[in-house]
């Protein structure tokens, strides 16, 4: 596999391909500054690479880094296999991390060879300043420089020279001007250094996280220099800038000239994952947790509900409901407190966003529930809304629907035990629960909360759903459009995935003019699906399209709809419309279900 063949991470989204395909202001970076950018990084890597004393670095860096350094197995879901622990002596967690990332990516016979030599260059009481000389011995003696086992390609990706070309790239870009002047210095934050490496069987993956703060303590940003080595050995490398987060002196014009020197390296995330990062007042949370008693709902990967909106409850013990249910899942030990909070703030009388924001007050800013909820908070749907305000409103006048956000969250567990659920109407006999393909009936149960063990949530995503209609009443104007947010995080909550925006449906009255429906359509097409796809769709039978899907579609593949208090998973959906389309006329069919 050539270099270019292996793929950087996919930068989609509301920051990526959709927003690339429209002209917004303040933007002076362009695709060729990107490629070019990126092209010195991956030349500057090939002649680092190149080099013939990797090992004595990594011998000398290991066990410095080893503090903030976490082994995962790849896979759809992966899994953490080592992460130090934070012992006073770090010898042991060096022979752990190496014998492990042999195994992964050598297989076991490796990973006992390896063992069995540690043990004879690095004893168990071994000083943490000593290390570096046993491990040198260690790499001499099995002759690992020139060695072509995997493990030892990605160690050499774990010291401090190989995150070089990043480091110059963004000095290049952000702290030079062209003509060599300062524009923006920065400098290290201290102890912000943290290492990932991801093995799998089709190579392994080396990311590096440093956070930067400018020298007047105006800025900060935060970015990872990433590695991948392929199965052949060729590595790729690129540098990505992922959170970010400005003095509140700095003016707006300020604020915008400093992005636009981040905008080529920036992920899809770092808009949201920015927003994320920062703590709302409590009032705000409060007032977030009244509006989501009716509009959240909470699932996991099976498609069992864990909390959804019930009429039988008022608010307060809606509330409560959705902090448990969150708290359960991601940090339990909070949930005795949160009874406690809710008992001692919670009153019948009195303003409920009030006395919610009383509660948020006694619980940690940086704990995961929190963390988690922040997620759900409508202030993270600024970055989408503020662009399509900047390209969409110019042109075609639209406000917000009243009442229209929705939030959708999937928690997706490791080893999810499915909960026992009594078969009602809307069950099948998988024990998931799946709502009705008619009306608002909501369910009589809920699945039960799934059992907590440490790493054992995989990842969270969350989707925001709103609606918006047109300025303009009159009939001839009238159109509405429907988009969706989506947000995945890592299940310890500590980074952002991805992020994807898309607008999912357009609607017009009988009576608007086709030259309405044809602007409305153009400035919103770069936010649709590809065209490619659709054409695709069109050229293949109903029958095929559906069988191929049913066929294909991953069980944890959900759908969600208005209406609906949760989500059904794609294939039980897919079914139910080939049973319909052999049943019923194709008009029937395209009235009650709408694409």
């Known amino acids: 596999m050539e270099p270019s063949s292996v793929k950087p991470r996919t930068l989609t989204g509301a920051s990526g391909d959709a927003a690339a395909a429209v002209a917004t202001r303040n933007t002076v970076y362009t695709e060729e500054r990107r490629d070019n950018i990126q092209g010195d990084i991956q030349s500057e890597l090939s002649r680092l690479m190149a080099k013939t004393s990797h090992l004595s670095t990594v011998a000398k860096d290991l066990p410095r880094l080893i503090k903030g350094l976490r082994l995962m197995k790849d896979g759809d879901i992966p899994e953490i296999v080592f992460q130090e622990q934070g012992e006073t002596l770090r010898v042991g967690g060096v022979k752990v991390f190496l014998t492990t990332l042999a195994r992964l990516l050598d297989g076991e016979r490796v990973a006992s060879y390896v063992s069995s030599k540690l043990d004879e260059h690095l004893n168990d009481e071994l000083p943490n300043d000593q290390i570096s000389f046993g491990l040198i011995r260690f790499f001499e003696q099995l002759k690992l420089e020139d060695s072509k086992w995997k493990w030892c390609r990605a160690l050499k990706c774990i010291n401090q020279e190989v995150i070089f070309p990043g480091v110059m790239a963004l000095r290049k870009s952000i702290y030079y001007n062209p ?23 089709e190579g392994c993956t080396v990311i590096h996280h440093k956070w930067e703060e400018s020298r007047q303590g105006l800025f900060r940003f935060q970015w990872f220099f990433e590695v991948r080595i392929a199965a052949d050995g060729s590595y790729y490398g690129q540098a990505r800038i992922s959170n970010y987060s400005f003095k509140d002196t700095l003016t707006p014009e300020q604020r915008a000239t400093v992005l636009n020197s981040f905008r080529p390296f920036m992920t899809a995330t770092a808009d949201y994952e920015s927003i994320w990062s920062k703590m709302p007042a409590t009032s705000v949370l409060g007032n977030e947790l009244v509006a989501l008693t009716s509009a959240l709902t909470i699932c996991n990967q099976a498609g069992e509900t864990l909390y959804t909106k019930e009429l039988a409850l008022g608010p307060a013990t809606r509330a409560k409901r959705i902090l448990q249910t969150l708290a359960a899942v991601v940090q339990p030990e909070l949930m005795p407190r ?104 909501l369910p009589n149960n809920q699945a ?51 992020s994807d925006f898309r607008v999912i449906n357009v609607e017009y009255e009988d009576e608007t003019m086709p030259e309405v429906k044809n602007q409305v359509t153009e400035i919103l097409s770069p936010y649709f699906a590809p065209k490619q796809i659709v054409d695709t769709l069109f050229r293949t039978s109903t029958e095929e399209i559906l069988a191929s899907l049913i066929e294909s579609v991953p069980n944890s593949v959900q759908c969600y709809r208005p209406g609906w208090p949760f989500s059904i998973p794609a294939s039980e959906l897919l079914q139910r419309l080939r049973s319909e389309l052999k049943t019923r006329s194709p008009e029937a069919v395209s009235s009650k279900f709408v694409w």
């Open 179 to 201: 003509d060599n002047t300062e524009r923006y210095p920065f400098q290290d934050s201290k102890n912000t250094w943290k290492i990932r490496v991801v093995a799998g069987s």
């Open 448 to 498: 039960q909360i799934p059992t907590w063990k440490e790493g054992n949530l995989a990842y969270v995503v969350v989707t925001h759903r709103k609606r918006e209609i047109s300025i303009k009443s009159s009939a001839t104007d009238v159109f509405r459009f429907e988009w969706v947010l989506t947000l995945k995080a890592r299940g310890l909550l500590e980074e952002m995935l991805s």
């Open 338 to 441: 949160l009874s406690q909070l809710f008992e001692e703030h919670v009153k019948q009388e009195g303003d409920l966003a009030e006395q919610l924001a009383r509660v948020f007050s006694s619980i940690p800013a940086d704990c995961r529930l929190l963390r988690l909820f922040r997620l759900l908070c409508a202030d993270q749907l600024s970055p989408c809304v503020l662009r399509m305000k900047r390209v969409v409103a110019p042109v075609v006048g639209y406000r917000s629907e009243k009442k229209s956000h929705k939030v959708h969250v999937m928690l997706v567990l490791r080893d999810v035990q499915t909960s026992s659920v009594p078969s009602t109407e809307s069950s099948t006999g998988s024990g998931r629960l799946l709502p009705p393909l008619e009306g608002d009936k």
